[in-house]
């Protein structure tokens, strides 16, 4: 420090050695640079432990049913002390809680990135046209093309959802509606009782097809395959509980 300073900081003697008065003046000021230095970093630490304490997650319904219990799961074993709270909702009000600060990180499952967020895809799907086994159409050979399911009466999700933006985008124009429902639960109930065909993932209608209680129909022409993807809003950059999380997300394709 006496070199960079270009002043003599201590007294030498073979009777021990002793400050200066600018010594003493410049360990003043040092004492109260490593006072702050250390209140930084008690409040650094503070912040992040707040941040590490919870973490608030927001997704679309086909990923909180069925991946993310999973995945949260796997996070509680890493991060016993994070309470993670979930929010299930379409793609739209996913990107509208991220925007105001009311989550942490999201997935959706539409076309694209949602404006303002970033985002990485986490998982691939693909939407399926499935009917219950009483329905002309589970006896159906020939596939459908894009022409006749847009001409369909279909049971589908509302507005704002991925799903029923994924099935928009590859029909090239809006479905027509039978019903629309806000859950993909209600979409597959509603299918399961014969009320009509309905356009689903096939995480959410595995079992149903399994068991025989809806029918899955051949598409062509019609692409229905899509990416789930974790966003989080512009510049932020994922750390904490949210990177952990991503992390688990890893390999699912």
């Known amino acids: ?71 949260l799961i796997a996070l509680r074993a890493r991060l016993p002390d994070t309470a993670v709270s979930l929010s299930a909702g379409n793609s739209a009000v996913v990107a509208g809680q991220l925007l105001d600060g009311r989550a942490d990180v999201g997935f959706v499952e539409g076309v694209g990135v949602p404006a303002g967020l970033d985002g990485v895809v986490v998982a691939q799907d693909r939407l399926i046209v499935v009917v219950a086994p009483g ?14 399911l847009s001409a369909t009466p279909l049971i589908l999700r509302e507005e704002g ?19 629309e ?16 065909p309905a356009v689903l993932s096939e995480l959410a209608v595995g079992e149903e097809v399994a068991a025989r209680r809806l029918v899955g129909v051949p598409v ?11 966003v989080w809003p ?10 952990e999380l991503l992390s688990l997300t890893r390999g699912v394709r």
């Open 161 to 179: 959802s991925g799903t029923r933006a994924v099935l928009e985008a590859a029909l090239g124009g809006l479905a027509r509606p039978l019903l």
């Open 181 to 196: 429902l806000s859950s993909t639960t209600a979409v597959k109930s509603a299918a399961v009782s014969g009320a009509g």
């Open 1 to 71: 420090m006496e070199r960079q300073l270009g002043v003599a900081l201590v007294d030498r003697s073979p009777r021990g050695s002793r400050l200066t008065e600018a010594g003493a003046l410049v360990t003043d000021w040092a004492r109260r640079i490593v006072e702050a230095a250390e209140a930084f970093d008690a409040g650094a630490q503070a912040l992040r432990h707040r941040r590490d304490s919870r973490l608030r997650v927001a997704a679309s319904m086909t990923i909180a049913e069925y991946l993310l219990p999973g995945w």
């Open 135 to 148: 329905h002309a159409w589970a006896r159906r050979r020939v596939p459908l093309g894009a022409a006749e």
């Open 234 to 243: 512009v510049g932020h950059v994922p750390a904490g509980p949210v990177r």
């Open 220 to 230: 062509a022409g019609v692409r229905l395959q899509r990416a789930l993807r974790a």
